[in-house]
């Protein structure tokens, strides 16, 4: 019987090892008492030998079977924290969209407000009688409106063909 290399681990498992090993060597002694009395004792010492090297094999057994879990359970655990440092990595990049596309959303309402509130000012002037009655006003009125409901259209276009590339559904010419 050979001894394995001392156990370096201090969990259990490294204690349920060390049994093992402190349990082999008390088995090496008492084989060899057993010997020193054999006489007429032969036969009950075979039968002693052949339990005690069954409950060997079965220990041998379970240290591998221990052994193997652990090696499971280390390799799992390595599986764990690098799926940990992906999920992490990702959660930063989809903070970092996150933030961007609030950033957009606030441009964007910018830029949609902007035309809107002249379109709005505009009308408004029209409505009073003087302004209508002036042709060169109210033209001039007119044209502000008409270009600014041409620069929201174009804003709206924009993002919407922002979303579809996004979304993958424009197709480029």
């Known amino acids: 019987m050979k001894l394995t290399k001392s156990i370096k681990s201090k969990n259990e498992i490294g204690e349920l090892a060390r049994s093992f090993n402190e349990m082999l060597v008390q088995l090496k002694k008492t084989q060899a008492e057993v010997k020193k009395y054999t006489g007429g004792?032969?036969?009950?010492?075979e039968e002693r030998?052949?339990?005690?090297?069954?409950?060997?094999?079965?220990?041998?057994?379970?240290?591998m079977a221990l052994l193997n879990m652990m090696e499971d359970s280390d390799e799992a655990n390595i599986q764990l924290s690098t799926a940990r440092k992906t999920l992490t990595s990702a959660l930063s990049k989809l903070k970092e969209v996150d933030i961007?596309?609030?950033?957009?959303?606030?441009?964007?309402?910018?830029?949609?407000?902007?035309?809107?509130t002249s379109i709005?000012?505009?009308?408004?002037?029209?409505?009073?009688?003087?302004v209508?009655?002036?042709?060169?006003?109210?033209?001039?009125?007119?044209?502000?409106?008409?270009?600014?409901?041409?620069?929201?259209?174009?804003?709206?276009?924009?993002?919407?063909?922002?979303?579809?590339?996004?979304?993958?559904?424009?197709?480029?010419v």
């Open 41 to 45: 004792l032969e036969k009950k010492v």
């Open 49 to 63: 030998t052949k339990d005690i090297s069954n409950k060997l094999k079965e220990i041998t057994e379970t240290k």
């Open 100 to 116: 961007k596309k609030d950033e957009f959303i606030s441009i964007a309402a910018h830029e949609l407000k902007t035309p809107l």
């Open 120 to 130: 709005h000012g505009f009308s408004q002037l029209l409505s009073n009688e003087s």
């Open 132 to 172: 209508a009655k002036d042709k060169a006003k109210r033209d001039k009125y007119l044209g502000i409106i008409e270009n600014e409901t041409k620069r929201l259209g174009k804003l709206v276009t924009e993002i919407l063909d922002l979303s579809r590339v996004d979304l993958g559904t424009i197709k480029f």
